[in-house]
């Protein structure tokens, strides 16, 4: 059974093979993208909950797809991941909307903790979202 | 180096000095010489003038001297019969009569045949019964009526001169003999300066009075003077200025000598009074050159000196940053596939519980073999770490810093030194010491540079005491030795660039001068005292922030 849907977008192969791997045991579905571009591609509203993008890519980076990300579906949460030397990275992508930053190397107990915290306030949202529609037809029936 | 760069400084102020020295004093001996020469051409105009001047009157004096006596003659031609002068007896009344003024010698009448009629006078011996029909002047006189002979012997073997007339018939000639030494006396007065003369030559050049300066003949230049000329003439010859003028006979040159350096005594006076200020002036300017020149080369050396050092400062700190750089670029390719290696050992790690131990003959072999691999990545990655944050200080950002932190960070790199020279480091540190934005990295530049320092002045066997305190808004670090302390002298030159105490080749002389630039653009301030009871104290002050300094804007990296 799977909890939430998670994207892994990293240009690193290796990288992004053992994230799905471990993420996968941990009873997540896991997708992987190499770069922005497919991971754009990938991306449509409500198909993932969260997504562990990279700052520092070839091609578009991590902010730029986060913006993007953002504009198509708001509500899922991005959580960036920085190298050392782009912690200022991580900063900005927050400044734009991203749930949080984590800096490479993570060890999986922090990034779970992470993952499980943004796919919460995901879902808080989203709840809250229902209950105003709820609230809003009980009061204009019809 | 420093040789040829002293022998550089000191040719510069040799040639400085020079330069100076003639700009100033050049002008003056310009004007000075001209001054001279226009005050020594002044004078001898002056000389020129008054020779002139004197010449005049002598002339007028001699010609009236002259023509008063042949009046005198003329008159007594003129107002008494020729029988009159025939004896000697009224010649005698006459002679008594006009000998009063004693410029007459004698007085003598002789017929027109040449034959003497009456003398009266002192050389009648000599004189009587003489014919003097062969005379030369004789017949002038005759001729022309009147007549000055030229000085001549005569019968009487004594220098004279005489005047002679002929009544308008030619019947007889009346002559007297001039008083040669009333005549020279005439001549006495013209004499202008100790070494000046004033004589009479006649047409050949030859004495007709006797020199002031004993002179027996003219020399050739002065036979040159004699040409016919109107009027007064000046000549310039060497040292000798020449006034001549023709008397009115024709026949005698009064010539006025004038020994030019005896009359320059004021033009001598001007020379040494301007001698003497030019030497004075000079020695003035060469003084002024001397120590001009001085505060310039000394002024260019410390300006050579502290850009050199700026130069080295700035090398220095680009090469850090390089190192950094480098290290940085280094650490961050190897931290990559360490972190790959990470996450590969940790899937095998979560992966291997779900294995049957019991089909696994050596599952405790992984374990451990897992275990020691996470080991020793993560100590690389902990050196990789570690250059990372090195490089991280080196772009001297500025960061919220903890100078106690600094303080006992720096000492870990000197603990082992101080050990080994059985040196007690005492700490005193604030604890509730505030943190303030600053360079972090720079802070410990200058903190190792004093401690290192300190560990060396005190050499073996002694104390360090680091204190750090809150002063109002500044926060201060004191370190303290009881070393030798700081020799007045050196504490002047203690923060200037290659400055140093240490041995040759052990110090640059950059520390303390490095350290004092970096307090200084931290916006802090650094001094150097002697403890009353010994030693010497380095009082570091940097003030507290809680911001940065708006023009360090954070560099992203």
């Known amino acids: 059974m799977t909890r939430y849907n998670v994207l892994v977008v990293d ?33 449509k509203p409500g198909k993932y909950d969260v997504v562990l993008l990279d700052v520092k890519m070839p091609g578009r980076d991590g902010i730029e797809i986060l913006k993007e990300m953002k504009k198509i579906a708001p509500l899922t949460e991005v959580v960036m991941l920085t190298g050392h030397a782009s912690v200022e990275s991580g900063i900005d992508g927050m400044k734009y909307g991203a749930f949080d930053y984590l800096m490479k190397p993570m060890d999986m107990e922090r990034l779970m903790e992470k993952l499980d915290a943004a796919h919460e306030r995901k879902r808080v949202q989203e709840e809250k979202i229902e209950m105003a529609q709820i609230k809003r037809h009980m009061v204009m029936p019809g | 180096m420093g040789d040829h760069k002293s022998s550089y400084y000191k040719k510069l102020r040799k040639l400085l000095t020079a330069i100076f020295f003639l700009c100033g004093i050049l002008p003056i001996l310009i004007i000075a010489s001209t001054s001279i020469y226009n005050s020594r051409q002044v004078a001898i105009q002056d000389i020129e003038v008054t020779a002139s001047q004197v010449i005049t009157h ?28 025939n004896t000697v007896e009224t010649l005698n009344e006459l002679f008594l009569a006009i000998s009063q003024s004693g410029s007459i010698v004698d007085l003598q009448t002789i017929a027109a ?16 019964g003489k014919n003097y029909h062969d005379q030369e ?26 005047v002679a007339l002929t009544d308008p018939l030619k019947s007889y000639v009346l002559r007297t003999t001039i008083n040669s030494s009333v005549f020279n006396s005439l001549l006495h007065s013209a004499q202008i300066g100790a070494h000046g003369d004033a004589f009479i030559v006649n047409t050949s ?13 003219l020399n050739a230049q002065e036979h040159q003077l004699l040409r016919h000329h109107t009027g007064t003439q000046i000549t310039r010859i060497q040292d000798q200025l020449y006034a001549t003028t023709w008397l009115n006979t024709q026949n005698w040159l009064l010539m006025l000598k004038v020994h030019i350096p005896d009359m320059l005594d004021s033009y001598q006076e001007h020379l040494h009074r301007t001698i003497v200020i030019i030497v004075i002036t000079a020695s003035v300017f060469l003084i002024t050159a001397f120590f001009l020149s001085h505060f310039i080369v000394s002024h260019i050396a410390r300006a050579d000196r502290e850009s050199t050092a700026m130069d080295q400062q700035m090398a220095h700190i680009e090469k850090m940053a390089n190192i950094g750089r480098l290290a940085a670029g280094v650490a961050h390719e190897i931290n990559n596939p360490l972190q790959m290696i990470l996450a590969q050992v940790g899937w095998l790690e979560e992966l291997l519980p779900e294995e049957d131990p019991a089909s696994l003959k050596n599952h405790q072999e992984y374990l451990s073999t897992i275990a020691k691999i996470k080991h020793h990545v993560e100590r690389a990655a902990v050196i990789t770490h570690r250059l990372l944050g090195f490089a991280r200080k080196i772009s001297a950002e500025q960061e919220q810093v903890q100078c106690n932190d600094v303080v006992l960070e720096t000492l870990s790199f000197l603990e082992k030194e101080a050990q080994h020279n059985n040196i007690t480091i005492t700490l005193n540190l604030d604890n509730n010491l505030p943190v303030t934005m600053t360079e972090a990295h720079r802070l410990q530049q200058v903190l190792l540079n004093l401690f290192d320092n300190a560990l060396d002045a005190v050499g073996q066997d002694g104390t360090v005491t680091i204190s750090t305190s809150v002063q109002e808004d500044d926060i201060s670090i004191k370190v303290e030795d009881n070393g030798p302390g700081i020799d007045h002298k050196v504490m002047q030159q203690i923060w200037d660039p ?29 001094t150097a005292d002697n403890k009353t009871e010994g030693g010497a104290v380095f009082t570091v002050t940097i003030p507290i922030r809680q911001t940065t300094l708006p023009n360090q804007e954070r560099r992203p990296q």
């Open chain 2, 205 to 217: 050049g030859e004495l007709q009075t006797p020199s002031l300066q004993h002179l027996e003949s």
């Open chain 2, 113 to 128: 045949t040449g034959e003497q009629l009456a003398y009266v006078g002192p050389y009648r011996e000599q004189v009587i």
């Open chain 2, 58 to 85: 002598r002339h007028d004096v001699i010609n009236n001297f002259l023509k008063h006596q042949v009046d005198l003659l003329s008159t007594l031609i003129s107002l008494y019969d020729a029988e009159h002068f």
């Open chain 2, 137 to 162: 002047w004789f017949n002038e006189v005759l001729v022309r009526g009147v007549y000055v002979s030229d000085i001549f012997s005569g019968y009487r073997n004594l220098p004279h001169f005489v």
């Open chain 1, 11 to 43: 240009d690193e192969q290796d990288f992004r093979d053992i994230m799905v791997k471990k993420l996968q045991k941990r009873n997540l579905q896991c997708d992987a993208a190499e770069d922005g571009e497919v991971a754009l591609q990938m991306f």
């Open chain 2, 498 to 526: 290659f400055f140093t105490t240490k041995e040759q080749g052990k110090g640059t002389g950059l520390g303390l001068s490095i350290s004092q630039n970096i307090i200084r653009t931290m916006g802090g301030a650094i």
